[in-house]
């Protein structure tokens, strides 16, 4: 039996791997400790845990030197991963500059954006300072400021483990420090790549883990092409939040909160026009005869969604045919605040595969819910186009989504005057046929016989048994 350090770093983990059997089978056979983020907004859920050996504190100093260094990896490599641009992007606030009205009124808003970029940490400076010539000695000062976390390391060394794991989005000022402390240390370490775009949306692993599980085959051709991983290294597991998902599942009935048939619209993190959209949509269902008399679409928006250009607030009484999710539903019928930006807000997996299931269509900008509603059998139309607000909207800049379009029953909209012919197919489509999506969708998610818990720990016995 060998000590295995689990670290926690963000409450998303905390709902992926614990609230889960993600760790069942490993904490059966080998002694497990865990380790967390003293800012954590679920602490007591971690406090709870058998193993729960301490809280570390985070040098906000050091986190945000990381983060610069990761932000100027990102632009320095940004032809590896057409995502990379679109974050340096989204950071810089692009999407704010506005693409309608007079031309006045234009210019007026590029140069609010580019005052705000000069002033913004993750906006001009970066492409200014990890151009080819200032770069190399960028980079020489900023790697001879940076230092470990001196609380993770002093938790390391106390526990003497023989692996580190650590889940992680690929952008994590402590995956560098648990590995740099895991080298010094003899100990080996695993980092849980847990959402599927991290690999080319974020930066460049500059220090690398001993071994990497991925989603699926696309995210291992990533870690490859994007990072530089040796093909021996990286280790296709799948993802815990997705077990209930499983095609095998599918087909057990399951009922839901609606009485009436339903389409379900999920919203983005990343700005998009939702309640424009959701004004045509409303437009399109009580005039289509496509769709039955009681049919509604059921919004559910992201729960961090970020700054937009356009109205985000839901208010159900501007709607015929449209009503909110009522897990993000208060008593005035508005979304529901609290769920925006709160990391506590952290809604159960449990509840996702009745929502989806149930729904007749799933529609929605690029978010990993319509990959959800793909796994769950479910027609999907993709909202690709240039939604007139945003300019990094369009489906150019997502490339863990290229592919897609093969999976049965998932269609890319590319264009608002198509969203009408789309939506009506894919609600006359057909029912779609387990075997045929499987072959597709496990190009992105991998699966198998075993659940995620033996996968994770048949891949820890292997990694252990490594020299």
């Given at each position: 039996?060998?000590?295995?350090?689990?670290?926690?770093?963000?409450?998303?983990?905390?709902?992926?791997?614990?609230?889960?059997?993600?760790?069942?089978?490993?904490?059966?056979?080998?002694?497990?400790?865990?380790?967390?983020d003293s800012r954590l907004a679920l602490r007591d859920e971690?406090?709870?845990?058998?193993?729960?050996?301490?809280?570390?504190?985070?040098?906000?100093?050091?986190?945000?030197?990381?983060?610069?260094?990761?932000?100027?990896?990102?632009?320095?490599?940004?032809?590896?991963?057409?995502?990379?641009?679109?974050?340096?992007?989204?950071?810089?606030?692009?999407?704010?500059?506005?693409?309608?009205?007079?031309?006045?009124?234009?210019?007026?808003?590029f140069l609010r954006w580019f005052v705000a970029a000069c002033?913004?940490?993750?906006?001009?400076?970066?492409?200014?300072?990890?151009?080819?010539?200032?770069?190399?000695?960028?980079?020489?000062?900023?790697?001879?400021?940076?230092?470990?976390?001196?609380?993770?390391?002093q938790f390391v060394v106390r526990e003497k483990p023989d692996?580190?794991?650590?889940?992680?989005?690929?952008?994590?000022?402590?995956?560098?420090?648990?590995?740099?402390?895991?080298?010094?240390?003899?100990?080996?370490?695993?980092?849980?790549?847990?959402?599927?775009?991290?690999?080319?949306?974020?930066?460049?692993?500059?220090?690398?883990?001993?071994?990497?599980?991925?989603?699926?085959?696309?995210?291992?051709?990533?870690?490859?092409?994007?990072?530089?991983?040796?093909?021996?290294?990286?280790?296709?597991?799948?993802?815990?939040?997705?077990?209930?998902?499983?095609?095998?599942?599918?087909?057990?009935?399951?009922?839901?909160?609606?009485?009436?048939?339903?389409?379900?619209?999920?919203?983005?993190?990343?700005?998009?026009?939702?309640?424009?959209?959701?004004?045509?949509?409303?437009?399109?269902?009580?005039?289509?005869?496509?769709?039955?008399?009681?049919?509604?679409?059921?919004?559910?928006?992201?729960?961090?969604?970020?700054?937009?250009?356009?109205?985000?607030?839901?208010?159900?009484?501007?709607?015929?045919?449209?009503?909110?999710?009522?897990?993000?539903?208060?008593?005035?019928?508005?979304?529901?605040?609290?769920?925006?930006?709160?990391?506590?807000?952290?809604?159960?997996?449990?509840?996702?595969?009745?929502?989806?299931?149930?729904?007749?269509?799933?529609?929605?900008?690029?978010?990993?819910?319509?990959?959800?509603?793909?796994?769950?059998?479910?027609?999907?139309?993709?909202?690709?186009?240039?939604?007139?607000?945003?300019?990094?909207?369009?489906?150019?800049?997502?490339?863990?989504?290229?592919?897609?379009?093969?999976?049965?029953?998932?269609?890319?909209?590319?264009?608002?005057?198509?969203?009408?012919?789309?939506?009506?197919?894919?609600?006359?489509?057909?029912?779609?046929?387990?075997?045929?999506?499987?072959?597709?969708?496990?190009?992105?998610?991998?699966?198998?016989?075993?659940?995620?818990?033996?996968?994770?720990?048949?891949?820890?016995?292997?990694?252990?048994?490594?020299?």
């Amino acid at each position: 039996m060998s000590k295995v350090l689990f670290v926690v770093t963000h409450d998303t983990y905390v709902r992926n791997y614990f609230r889960t059997s993600a760790l069942q089978d490993l904490t059966k056979n080998h002694e497990v400790v865990v380790l967390a983020d003293s800012r954590l907004a679920l602490r007591d859920e971690v406090e709870a845990i058998e193993g729960f050996v301490g809280f570390f504190e985070p040098d906000i100093g050091l986190e945000n030197l990381h983060n610069f260094y990761f932000n100027l990896l990102m632009w320095r490599h940004r032809k590896k991963s057409k995502t990379f641009l679109y974050r340096w992007m989204r950071n810089s606030n692009w999407q704010l500059i506005k693409r309608n009205g007079s031309w006045i009124g234009r210019a007026a808003s590029f140069l609010r954006w580019f005052v705000a970029a000069c002033l913004n940490p993750r906006g001009l400076r970066i492409p200014l300072l990890a151009n080819s010539v200032s770069f190399p000695l960028v980079e020489k000062i900023i790697r001879m400021k940076l230092r470990t976390n001196r609380s993770i390391e002093q938790f390391v060394v106390r526990e003497k483990p023989d692996l580190i794991l650590f889940p992680s989005s690929a952008f994590d000022p402590s995956a560098v420090d648990l590995i740099t402390v895991g080298r010094s240390e003899g100990a080996k370490t695993l980092c849980l790549i847990d959402n599927w775009d991290n690999l080319s949306s974020k930066t460049i692993f500059w220090k690398k883990p001993d071994h990497l599980a991925v989603w699926g085959p696309q995210a291992s051709i990533d870690a490859q092409a994007i990072h530089g991983f040796d093909n021996e290294s990286v280790h296709l597991i799948g993802t815990p939040r997705f077990e209930v998902y499983f095609a095998q599942v599918i087909e057990k009935p399951q009922s839901f909160t609606f009485s009436h048939p339903y389409g379900l619209y999920v919203g983005s993190a990343m700005p998009f026009d939702d309640i424009g959209t959701l004004r045509a949509l409303d437009e399109i269902i009580s005039s289509s005869p496509v769709f039955p008399a009681k049919f509604k679409i059921v919004y559910r928006p992201h729960p961090w969604q970020q700054k937009r250009n356009t109205p985000s607030t839901f208010v159900a009484s501007s709607f015929d045919r449209v009503l909110l999710d009522p897990q993000f539903e208060d008593k005035s019928g508005k979304r529901e605040s609290s769920g925006v930006n709160n990391q506590s807000f952290q809604p159960d997996l449990d509840y996702y595969p009745g929502l989806l299931r149930s729904a007749s269509i799933v529609i929605g900008p690029l978010t990993t819910m319509l990959f959800e509603a793909s796994l769950c059998l479910r027609p999907v139309v993709a909202l690709s186009y240039f939604d007139g607000y945003h300019a990094n909207t369009a489906k150019r800049y997502f490339s863990h989504f290229e592919g897609m379009q093969a999976v049965p029953g998932f269609e890319f909209c590319e264009g608002r005057e198509d969203l009408r012919s789309a939506i009506e197919r894919g609600i006359r489509s057909q029912p779609i046929d387990r075997l045929a999506s499987n072959r597709e969708t496990s190009r992105f998610l991998y699966q198998d016989d075993l659940s995620y818990s033996q996968r994770l720990l048949a891949l820890v016995d292997v990694v252990l048994s490594k020299d």
